[in-house]
Protein backbone atom coordinates (compact mmCIF):
# COMPACT_ATOMS: atom_id res chain seq x y z
CA UNK A 1 0.00 0.00 0.00
CA UNK A 2 1.30 3.18 -1.10
CA UNK A 3 -0.59 6.89 0.36
CA UNK A 4 -0.80 9.85 -2.02
CA UNK A 5 -2.72 12.72 -2.16
CA UNK A 6 -5.44 13.76 -5.20
CA UNK A 7 -5.56 17.34 -4.40
CA UNK A 8 -1.94 18.40 -2.38
CA UNK A 9 -2.88 22.27 -2.94
CA UNK A 10 -5.72 21.38 -0.49
CA UNK A 11 -2.26 21.50 2.02
CA UNK A 12 -2.61 25.31 1.80
CA UNK A 13 -5.26 24.95 4.64
CA UNK A 14 -2.62 24.50 6.85
CA UNK A 15 -1.69 28.36 6.64
CA UNK A 16 -4.86 28.51 8.86
CA UNK A 17 -2.54 26.77 11.75
CA UNK A 18 -1.46 30.14 12.75
CA UNK A 19 -5.05 31.63 13.54
CA UNK A 20 -5.66 29.89 16.85
CA UNK A 21 -2.17 30.09 17.72
CA UNK A 22 -2.03 34.03 17.30
CA UNK A 23 -5.66 34.13 19.40
CA UNK A 24 -4.12 31.93 22.15
CA UNK A 25 -1.21 33.90 22.60
CA UNK A 26 -3.30 38.03 21.96
CA UNK A 27 -6.34 36.86 24.44
CA UNK A 28 -4.90 35.09 27.58
CA UNK A 29 -7.97 33.30 29.84
CA UNK A 30 -9.08 35.87 32.36
CA UNK A 31 -6.36 36.48 35.27
CA UNK A 32 -7.41 36.05 38.49
CA UNK A 33 -7.16 39.38 40.73
CA UNK A 34 -5.05 39.34 44.34
CA UNK A 35 -5.66 41.28 47.25
CA UNK A 36 -2.78 42.65 48.60
CA UNK A 37 -2.63 44.11 52.60
CA UNK A 38 -0.42 46.66 52.01
CA UNK A 39 1.23 47.97 48.90
CA UNK A 40 4.10 50.31 50.39
CA UNK A 41 6.92 47.79 49.88
CA UNK A 42 6.07 47.76 46.23
CA UNK A 43 8.07 49.34 43.93
CA UNK A 44 6.35 52.94 42.37
CA UNK A 45 7.96 52.61 39.56
CA UNK A 46 8.27 48.93 38.41
CA UNK A 47 10.37 47.76 35.31
CA UNK A 48 7.40 46.31 32.81
CA UNK A 49 8.61 42.54 32.02
CA UNK A 50 6.25 40.60 29.73
CA UNK A 51 6.76 36.81 29.11
CA UNK A 52 5.08 34.90 26.20
CA UNK A 53 2.98 32.88 27.46
CA UNK A 54 0.05 30.80 25.87
CA UNK A 55 -3.31 29.51 27.97
CA UNK A 56 -4.50 25.95 27.43
CA UNK A 57 -2.49 24.42 25.86
CA UNK A 58 -4.89 21.36 25.41
CA UNK A 59 -7.33 23.16 23.49
CA UNK A 60 -4.74 24.85 21.58
CA UNK A 61 -3.17 21.59 20.61
CA UNK A 62 -7.11 20.33 19.85
CA UNK A 63 -7.34 23.40 17.71
CA UNK A 64 -4.53 22.67 15.50
CA UNK A 65 -4.97 18.93 15.11
CA UNK A 66 -8.63 19.44 13.64
CA UNK A 67 -7.51 22.01 11.08
CA UNK A 68 -4.57 19.40 10.20
CA UNK A 69 -7.24 17.06 9.95
CA UNK A 70 -9.72 19.19 7.55
CA UNK A 71 -6.39 20.03 5.67
CA UNK A 72 -5.00 16.77 5.04
CA UNK A 73 -9.39 15.64 3.69
CA UNK A 74 -9.31 18.66 1.15
CA UNK A 75 -5.75 17.04 -0.24
CA UNK A 76 -7.87 14.38 -0.70
CA UNK A 77 -5.81 11.58 0.80
CA UNK A 78 -6.31 7.72 -0.88
CA UNK A 79 -4.34 4.60 -0.54
CA UNK A 80 -2.92 2.38 -3.98
CA UNK A 81 -3.15 -1.14 -4.15
CA UNK A 82 -5.32 -1.28 -0.74
CA UNK A 83 -7.30 -4.14 -2.27
CA UNK A 84 -7.38 -7.42 -0.90
CA UNK A 85 -4.75 -9.46 -2.98
CA UNK A 86 -5.50 -13.16 -1.56
CA UNK A 87 -6.09 -15.86 -4.38
CA UNK A 88 -9.44 -15.45 -5.80
CA UNK A 89 -12.06 -18.07 -6.72
CA UNK A 90 -14.96 -17.86 -8.02
CA UNK A 91 -18.11 -20.38 -8.72
CA UNK A 92 -20.94 -20.32 -10.97
CA UNK A 93 -24.04 -20.88 -9.40
CA UNK A 94 -24.92 -24.87 -10.50
CA UNK A 95 -21.27 -25.94 -10.36
CA UNK A 96 -19.94 -28.02 -7.61
CA UNK A 97 -18.78 -26.66 -4.89
CA UNK A 98 -17.15 -29.48 -3.44
CA UNK A 99 -14.16 -28.31 -5.73
CA UNK A 100 -13.50 -25.37 -3.83
CA UNK A 101 -13.09 -27.18 -0.17
CA UNK A 102 -9.05 -26.93 -0.93
CA UNK A 103 -9.27 -23.55 -1.56
CA UNK A 104 -11.33 -22.63 1.71
CA UNK A 105 -8.73 -24.49 3.22
CA UNK A 106 -5.64 -22.43 1.65
CA UNK A 107 -7.49 -18.92 3.09
CA UNK A 108 -7.87 -17.60 -0.67
CA UNK A 109 -11.11 -15.94 -0.87
CA UNK A 110 -14.18 -18.40 -1.98
CA UNK A 111 -16.95 -15.94 -3.55
CA UNK A 112 -20.24 -16.81 -5.62
CA UNK A 113 -20.54 -15.04 -9.76
CA UNK A 114 -22.86 -13.62 -8.96
CA UNK A 115 -24.32 -10.16 -8.72
CA UNK A 116 -22.22 -8.01 -5.87
CA UNK A 117 -19.92 -11.36 -5.46
CA UNK A 118 -21.19 -12.38 -2.41
CA UNK A 119 -19.14 -14.65 -0.33
CA UNK A 120 -19.44 -18.76 -0.67
CA UNK A 121 -20.41 -19.60 2.65
CA UNK A 122 -23.60 -17.67 2.13
CA UNK A 123 -27.07 -18.97 0.56
CA UNK A 124 -26.60 -20.02 -2.67
CA UNK A 125 -27.67 -17.20 -5.62
CA UNK A 126 -29.85 -18.05 -8.26
CA UNK A 127 -28.04 -19.36 -11.69
CA UNK A 128 -26.76 -15.86 -13.49
CA UNK A 129 -28.43 -15.06 -16.47
CA UNK A 130 -25.02 -13.61 -17.94
CA UNK A 131 -22.04 -15.16 -16.68
CA UNK A 132 -19.83 -13.82 -19.01
CA UNK A 133 -20.24 -10.34 -17.89
CA UNK A 134 -19.60 -11.09 -14.60
CA UNK A 135 -16.51 -12.67 -15.48
CA UNK A 136 -15.34 -9.57 -16.96
CA UNK A 137 -16.81 -7.21 -14.24
CA UNK A 138 -14.57 -9.91 -11.89
CA UNK A 139 -11.82 -9.58 -13.66
CA UNK A 140 -11.69 -5.46 -13.83
CA UNK A 141 -12.47 -5.55 -9.92
CA UNK A 142 -9.12 -7.07 -8.81
CA UNK A 143 -5.57 -6.23 -8.75
CA UNK A 144 -3.59 -7.25 -12.06
CA UNK A 145 -0.95 -9.82 -9.93
CA UNK A 146 -3.96 -11.48 -8.04
CA UNK A 147 -4.74 -15.14 -9.25
CA UNK A 148 -8.33 -16.57 -10.47
CA UNK A 149 -9.79 -18.98 -10.34
CA UNK A 150 -13.28 -19.79 -12.23
CA UNK A 151 -15.63 -23.03 -11.29
CA UNK A 152 -18.20 -23.35 -14.04
CA UNK A 153 -20.79 -26.26 -14.79
CA UNK A 154 -19.68 -28.58 -17.97
CA UNK A 155 -22.17 -26.48 -19.79
CA UNK A 156 -22.59 -22.55 -19.43
CA UNK A 157 -25.93 -20.73 -20.52
CA UNK A 158 -26.32 -16.82 -21.39
CA UNK A 159 -22.69 -16.76 -23.12
CA UNK A 160 -21.83 -14.63 -25.99
CA UNK A 161 -20.65 -15.56 -29.56
CA UNK A 162 -17.01 -15.31 -28.54
CA UNK A 163 -15.20 -16.26 -25.49
CA UNK A 164 -13.99 -13.48 -23.28
CA UNK A 165 -10.96 -11.93 -23.51
CA UNK A 166 -9.22 -11.30 -20.02
CA UNK A 167 -6.68 -9.04 -18.86
CA UNK A 168 -4.72 -12.43 -16.85
CA UNK A 169 -4.86 -16.33 -17.23
CA UNK A 170 -7.10 -17.49 -14.91
CA UNK A 171 -7.36 -20.96 -14.04
CA UNK A 172 -10.62 -22.62 -15.49
CA UNK A 173 -12.38 -25.69 -13.40
CA UNK A 174 -15.23 -27.46 -15.17
CA UNK A 175 -17.01 -28.77 -12.94
CA UNK A 176 -20.14 -31.22 -12.70
CA UNK A 177 -23.37 -31.03 -14.68
CA UNK A 178 -25.40 -28.15 -13.21
CA UNK A 179 -29.47 -28.86 -12.52
CA UNK A 180 -30.93 -29.17 -16.27
CA UNK A 181 -33.31 -26.28 -17.35
CA UNK A 182 -36.46 -26.84 -18.62
CA UNK A 183 -37.18 -25.58 -22.22
CA UNK A 184 -40.73 -24.39 -22.67
CA UNK A 185 -42.01 -25.69 -26.31
CA UNK A 186 -42.11 -23.04 -28.81
CA UNK A 187 -45.61 -21.60 -29.19
CA UNK A 188 -47.18 -21.41 -32.72
CA UNK A 189 -47.72 -17.55 -33.54
CA UNK A 190 -50.76 -15.83 -33.81
CA UNK A 191 -51.53 -14.02 -37.00
CA UNK A 192 -53.72 -11.42 -37.37
CA UNK A 193 -54.40 -10.49 -41.53
CA UNK A 194 -55.88 -7.45 -42.55
CA UNK A 195 -56.82 -7.10 -45.67
CA UNK A 196 -58.33 -4.89 -48.86
CA UNK A 197 -61.02 -5.39 -51.38
CA UNK A 198 -59.37 -7.92 -54.17
CA UNK A 199 -56.30 -8.86 -51.98
CA UNK A 200 -58.46 -11.78 -50.64
CA UNK A 201 -56.33 -14.98 -52.80
CA UNK A 202 -52.79 -13.08 -50.53
CA UNK A 203 -54.39 -14.29 -47.75
CA UNK A 204 -54.08 -17.88 -48.28
CA UNK A 205 -50.64 -17.98 -48.09
CA UNK A 206 -50.69 -16.87 -44.35
CA UNK A 207 -53.64 -18.96 -43.76
CA UNK A 208 -51.49 -22.25 -44.66
CA UNK A 209 -48.37 -20.93 -42.36
CA UNK A 210 -50.12 -20.73 -39.72
CA UNK A 211 -52.23 -24.10 -40.45
CA UNK A 212 -48.08 -25.49 -40.58
CA UNK A 213 -47.75 -23.97 -36.52
CA UNK A 214 -50.43 -25.44 -35.63
CA UNK A 215 -50.86 -29.00 -33.89
CA UNK A 216 -53.94 -31.43 -36.73
CA UNK A 217 -56.05 -31.56 -33.83
CA UNK A 218 -56.12 -27.69 -33.03
CA UNK A 219 -57.21 -24.81 -34.88
CA UNK A 220 -55.07 -22.18 -36.18
CA UNK A 221 -54.99 -18.52 -34.32
CA UNK A 222 -55.61 -17.31 -37.67
CA UNK A 223 -57.81 -13.86 -37.75
CA UNK A 224 -58.65 -12.52 -40.78
CA UNK A 225 -60.86 -9.13 -41.51
CA UNK A 226 -61.19 -6.74 -43.96
CA UNK A 227 -58.87 -3.13 -42.97
CA UNK A 228 -62.07 -1.61 -41.71
CA UNK A 229 -62.01 -3.48 -38.65
CA UNK A 230 -59.49 -2.21 -35.49
CA UNK A 231 -56.85 -4.79 -34.60
CA UNK A 232 -57.65 -6.68 -31.11
CA UNK A 233 -55.30 -5.44 -28.55
CA UNK A 234 -53.76 -8.76 -27.44
CA UNK A 235 -52.54 -9.01 -30.92
CA UNK A 236 -49.21 -9.70 -31.54
CA UNK A 237 -48.04 -10.37 -35.55
CA UNK A 238 -49.98 -8.42 -37.90
CA UNK A 239 -50.68 -8.56 -41.84
CA UNK A 240 -51.19 -5.42 -43.75
CA UNK A 241 -52.41 -6.39 -47.43
CA UNK A 242 -53.48 -2.88 -48.71
CA UNK A 243 -52.05 -0.14 -50.77
CA UNK A 244 -51.76 3.60 -48.76
CA UNK A 245 -50.61 5.08 -45.94
CA UNK A 246 -51.71 2.82 -42.85
CA UNK A 247 -54.35 4.18 -40.27
CA UNK A 248 -53.12 6.11 -37.52
CA UNK A 249 -54.74 3.21 -35.14
CA UNK A 250 -52.79 0.62 -36.24
CA UNK A 251 -49.66 2.72 -36.71
CA UNK A 252 -50.08 3.64 -32.77
CA UNK A 253 -50.60 0.10 -32.22
CA UNK A 254 -47.23 -0.58 -34.12
CA UNK A 255 -45.64 1.74 -31.94
CA UNK A 256 -46.37 0.51 -28.82
CA UNK A 257 -44.81 -2.68 -29.59
CA UNK A 258 -46.52 -4.70 -32.09
CA UNK A 259 -45.25 -6.40 -35.01
CA UNK A 260 -46.43 -5.66 -38.85
CA UNK A 261 -46.11 -7.15 -42.25
CA UNK A 262 -47.29 -4.94 -44.65
CA UNK A 263 -47.21 -5.39 -48.89
CA UNK A 264 -45.36 -3.71 -51.10
CA UNK A 265 -48.03 -0.71 -51.65
CA UNK A 266 -48.44 -0.05 -47.56
CA UNK A 267 -46.92 3.11 -46.75
CA UNK A 268 -45.89 3.37 -42.73
CA UNK A 269 -43.17 5.13 -41.41
CA UNK A 270 -39.49 3.56 -40.20
CA UNK A 271 -37.30 4.88 -37.91
CA UNK A 272 -33.34 4.74 -39.17
CA UNK A 273 -32.21 2.23 -41.66
CA UNK A 274 -33.92 -1.13 -42.58
CA UNK A 275 -32.31 -3.95 -43.21
CA UNK A 276 -32.95 -7.42 -45.12
CA UNK A 277 -34.96 -10.13 -43.29
CA UNK A 278 -35.71 -12.12 -46.04
CA UNK A 279 -33.59 -12.90 -49.05
CA UNK A 280 -34.15 -15.30 -52.60
CA UNK A 281 -32.68 -18.08 -53.70
CA UNK A 282 -30.07 -15.45 -55.25
CA UNK A 283 -29.43 -13.19 -52.15
CA UNK A 284 -32.17 -10.48 -53.22
CA UNK A 285 -33.82 -8.94 -50.26
CA UNK A 286 -37.71 -10.02 -50.81
CA UNK A 287 -38.26 -8.33 -47.28
CA UNK A 288 -36.86 -5.38 -44.85
CA UNK A 289 -37.01 -4.58 -41.43
CA UNK A 290 -36.81 -1.68 -39.49
CA UNK A 291 -37.89 -0.17 -35.55
CA UNK A 292 -40.92 2.19 -35.14
CA UNK A 293 -41.00 2.85 -31.45
CA UNK A 294 -41.26 -0.10 -29.82
CA UNK A 295 -42.29 -2.32 -32.55
CA UNK A 296 -40.92 -3.49 -35.37
CA UNK A 297 -42.50 -2.68 -39.20
CA UNK A 298 -41.59 -5.61 -42.09
CA UNK A 299 -42.07 -4.37 -45.70
CA UNK A 300 -42.43 -7.08 -48.41
CA UNK A 301 -40.06 -5.38 -51.26
CA UNK A 302 -41.71 -7.28 -54.25
CA UNK A 303 -45.79 -7.81 -55.09
CA UNK A 304 -47.04 -10.72 -52.84
CA UNK A 305 -47.77 -13.66 -55.69
CA UNK A 306 -45.60 -16.22 -56.80
CA UNK A 307 -44.46 -15.03 -59.62
CA UNK A 308 -42.27 -12.24 -57.91
CA UNK A 309 -42.25 -14.05 -55.01
CA UNK A 310 -41.80 -18.00 -55.38
CA UNK A 311 -40.94 -18.42 -52.22
CA UNK A 312 -44.71 -18.42 -51.28
CA UNK A 313 -45.78 -21.79 -52.27
CA UNK A 314 -42.69 -23.46 -51.14
CA UNK A 315 -42.35 -25.55 -47.96
CA UNK A 316 -40.11 -23.05 -46.33
CA UNK A 317 -42.27 -20.27 -46.21
CA UNK A 318 -43.91 -21.06 -42.95
CA UNK A 319 -40.52 -21.10 -41.42
CA UNK A 320 -39.08 -18.10 -42.71
CA UNK A 321 -42.52 -16.25 -41.95
CA UNK A 322 -41.98 -17.28 -38.05
CA UNK A 323 -38.25 -16.06 -38.67
CA UNK A 324 -39.43 -13.15 -39.82
CA UNK A 325 -42.02 -12.34 -37.16
CA UNK A 326 -40.52 -13.65 -34.15
CA UNK A 327 -36.88 -13.84 -34.66
CA UNK A 328 -35.15 -16.73 -32.54
CA UNK A 329 -32.63 -15.59 -29.79
CA UNK A 330 -29.29 -16.37 -31.15
CA UNK A 331 -27.36 -19.22 -29.53
CA UNK A 332 -26.67 -18.90 -26.10
CA UNK A 333 -25.50 -22.32 -24.57
CA UNK A 334 -21.94 -23.94 -25.01
CA UNK A 335 -19.67 -26.35 -23.76
CA UNK A 336 -17.74 -24.44 -20.59
CA UNK A 337 -14.43 -26.70 -21.54
CA UNK A 338 -14.85 -24.91 -25.25
CA UNK A 339 -15.41 -21.33 -23.61
CA UNK A 340 -12.11 -21.01 -21.61
CA UNK A 341 -11.22 -17.32 -21.45
CA UNK A 342 -8.41 -16.16 -23.61
CA UNK A 343 -5.99 -13.31 -22.40
CA UNK A 344 -5.05 -10.28 -24.06
CA UNK A 345 -6.87 -7.82 -22.64
CA UNK A 346 -5.32 -4.07 -21.01
CA UNK A 347 -4.97 -4.47 -17.51
CA UNK A 348 -7.47 -2.44 -15.53
CA UNK A 349 -6.76 0.65 -13.37
CA UNK A 350 -7.71 -0.07 -9.79
CA UNK A 351 -9.08 2.88 -7.96
CA UNK A 352 -7.52 3.74 -4.91
CA UNK A 353 -8.73 3.79 -0.86
CA UNK A 354 -10.37 6.91 -0.32
CA UNK A 355 -9.48 7.91 3.30
CA UNK A 356 -11.71 10.75 3.12
CA UNK A 357 -14.82 9.07 5.18
CA UNK A 358 -12.17 8.02 7.64
CA UNK A 359 -10.84 11.52 8.13
CA UNK A 360 -14.38 12.79 8.35
CA UNK A 361 -15.45 10.30 11.13
CA UNK A 362 -11.88 11.70 12.87
CA UNK A 363 -12.70 15.14 12.76
CA UNK A 364 -15.84 14.76 13.97
CA UNK A 365 -14.47 13.21 17.40
CA UNK A 366 -11.40 15.77 17.55
CA UNK A 367 -14.20 18.49 17.31
CA UNK A 368 -16.83 16.94 19.95
CA UNK A 369 -13.16 17.10 21.88
CA UNK A 370 -12.59 20.33 21.23
CA UNK A 371 -16.29 21.59 21.85
CA UNK A 372 -16.02 20.28 25.45
CA UNK A 373 -12.59 21.73 25.95
CA UNK A 374 -14.05 25.13 25.00
CA UNK A 375 -16.85 25.07 26.92
CA UNK A 376 -16.11 23.24 29.98
CA UNK A 377 -16.81 24.86 33.75
CA UNK A 378 -13.60 24.09 35.18
CA UNK A 379 -10.97 26.31 32.48
CA UNK A 380 -7.75 26.84 33.37
CA UNK A 381 -7.29 30.35 34.46
CA UNK A 382 -3.99 32.29 34.22
CA UNK A 383 -2.55 33.13 37.97
Same mark, same amino acid.
Given at each position: ??????????????????????????????????????????????? %????????? #????????????????????????????????????????????????????????????? @????????????????????????????? @? *?????????????? =? #??????? *???????????? #?????????????????????????????????????????????????? @????????????????? %???????????????????????? =??? @????????????????????? *??????????????????????????????????????????????????????? %????????????????????????????????
Amino acid at each position: MSPALLLPAGLAALLALAIPVVIHIARRTEARTVDFAALRWLDAAPK %PHRSLTIDE #RLLLAARLILLTLIALWLAAPVLWNATDDRPMVAVLPGADAATVSAAIERGDRVVWLAPDF @PEHGALAPETSEDPISLIRQLDAELPADT @P *VELVVPATLDGVDA =E #RPRLSRR *VEWTVGAEGPAR #RVAAPRALALTVRHAPGAESAVRYFRAAAASWTPADAEPAFDVAATDRGV @PGNARHLIWLASGPVPA %PVERWVRDGGVILTSLEARIPVEG =ETV @PVWRGTAGEPLAVAGRLGRGR *VIRLTRDLEPATIPQLVEPTFPDALAAMLDPPAAPARVAAADHAPLTGAAPYDQP %PLDLRPWLALLIALVFAAERYLATRRQRAVAP
